[in-house]
């Protein structure tokens, strides 16, 4: 069963750093695409950030340069480091699995980051 | 960037009745090498995460009941629900994954039982 379980999010001042977790089980991280996928209080959803298998990563432009996305394999762990943070950055942060390749079929419960001074 | 455009923002419908969820892009997402178009119609209901419905604008997940059915092509699509349940209040979310750097979702729409 596959199963994705996201933490470390929680309240951080503007400026401040933050690293997700996702930690995945029911199949292997590295050899499937896997996002994160934000939504702000009462808001809509907003594709942050992709890690194809072959490792090529890429980000929404309102998070390019201050977030990085990773995984690691053997703890088959998805990560999104967050540097810089502001207050729009402020949501439930969800990762997300595509295991066609296309559409995302599991997503996680999501974590609350909140960034306020 | 491909945009997506929801409508109606929220509607109200009777136990029952049919429900109509429109989505349009900005841009064709119909891949013409394999005749499929690339969206997603996902479900999410209140403190939960999204749920896949619909994917290659048509296709039901397993496990979705099937009154809830996908249609459209090119730039037009729609999420109908035949006969809605109570369960079926949530937001409803279309999504393409034709362009997938950004992957973008439409604004929700918002149904709710009248």
């Known amino acids: 069963e596959v199963q994705l379980v996201e933490s470390g999010g929680g309240l951080i001042q503007p400026g401040g750093s933050l690293r997700l977790s996702c930690a995945a089980s029911g199949f292997t991280v590295s050899s499937n695409y896997m996002s994160w996928v934000r939504q702000a209080p009462g808001k809509g959803l907003e594709w942050v950030s992709i890690i194809y298998s072959g490792g090529d990563t890429y980000y929404a432009e309102s998070v390019k340069g201050r977030f990085t996305i990773s995984r690691d394999n053997s703890q088959n762990t998805l990560y999104l480091q967050m540097n810089s943070l502001r207050a729009e950055d402020t949501a439930v942060y969800y990762c997300?699995?595509?295991?066609?390749?296309?559409?995302?079929?599991?997503w996680g419960q999501g974590t609350l980051v909140t960034v306020s001074s | 960037d491909i945009v997506m455009t929801q409508s109606p923002d929220s509607l109200a419908v009777s136990l029952g009745e049919r429900a109509t969820i429109n989505c349009k892009s900005s841009?064709?997402?119909?891949?013409?090498?394999?005749?499929?178009?690339?969206l997603a119609w996902y479900q999410q209901k209140p403190g939960q995460p999204p749920k896949l419905l619909i994917y290659?604008?048509?296709t039901r997940e397993s496990g979705v009941p099937d009154r809830f059915s996908g249609s459209g092509s090119g730039t037009d699509f729609t999420l109908t629900i035949s006969s809605l349940q109570a369960e079926d209040a949530a937001v409803y979310y279309c999504?393409?994954?034709?362009?997938?750097?950004?992957?973008?979702f439409g604004q929700g729409t918002k149904l709710e039982i009248k």
């Open positions: 997300a699995l595509g295991s066609s390749g296309y559409y995302y079929d599991y």
């Open positions: 999504q393409q994954y034709y362009s997938t750097r950004p992957y973008t």
């Open positions: 841009q064709s997402i119909l891949y013409n090498s394999n005749n499929k178009n690339y």
């Open positions: 290659w604008a048509s």
